[in-house]
């Protein structure tokens, strides 16, 4: 009698395991859905073979059809989902002091690097202490400056970067 039961127990999940299969998925370039229509409208391709997962950031699809609109949909693409909108004034004043501290960072940047390149002499630093009785020093140390000045040209290029990136400073 229990096996009976077990078998139709089993027979019934089976029967109920098409419904919990996944829907179609349609890709649609960098996005997904499971609305038929929309991805017919756009021309998206089926997804086949494979589970996808789906985690919704806020708005889920809706961002998607908001973000075509003008230039406010320039930066909405920029801000995350649901993040809180910033006033004009205030996004300005923002960007100014961010402006103002990364002016700030790239001129101690390039400070520092005139004065690693001054002490770096061209390759041919002054030797200090034993290094001249010990070459290999010299030469691990003079690597060590020009690794240093490489990774300061390098952070002076990214914080350049950052300040391009910047919309342009109006009140100046």
């Not at 370039?29 to 409208?41: I, P, R, S």
């Not at 996004?91 to 100014?96: E, F, I, L, P, V």
């Not at 390759?123 to 290999?136: A, D, I, L, V, W």
């Amino acid at each position: 009698m229990k096996t009976a039961s077990l078998i139709v127990l089993t027979g019934s999940l089976l029967a109920a395991l098409p419904a919990l299969a996944q829907e179609r998925v349609w890709r649609c370039g960098n996005e997904y859905t499971n609305n038929a229509t929309v991805a017919q409208q756009k021309g998206c391709k089926v997804m086949e073979g494979g589970n996808v997962t789906v985690v919704q950031g806020g708005g889920g699809t809706k961002s998607s059809s908001g973000s075509s609109s003008g230039s406010s949909g320039a930066s909405a693409a920029r801000a995350p989902v649901g993040s809180p909108r910033v006033e004009g004034v205030d996004q300005r004043a923002r960007d100014g002091e961010a402006r103002s501290v990364l002016e700030s960072e790239l001129k101690k940047a390039e400070a520092r690097q005139a004065e690693l390149q001054k002490e770096y002499n061209n390759g041919e630093p002054e030797k200090q202490g034993s290094e001249g009785r010990n070459y290999q020093k010299y030469l691990d140390r003079v690597a060590e400056m020009k690794a240093e000045l490489a990774r300061n040209e390098s952070d002076i290029a990214g914080i350049r970067r950052e300040i391009g990136r910047l919309p342009a400073n109006k009140t100046q």
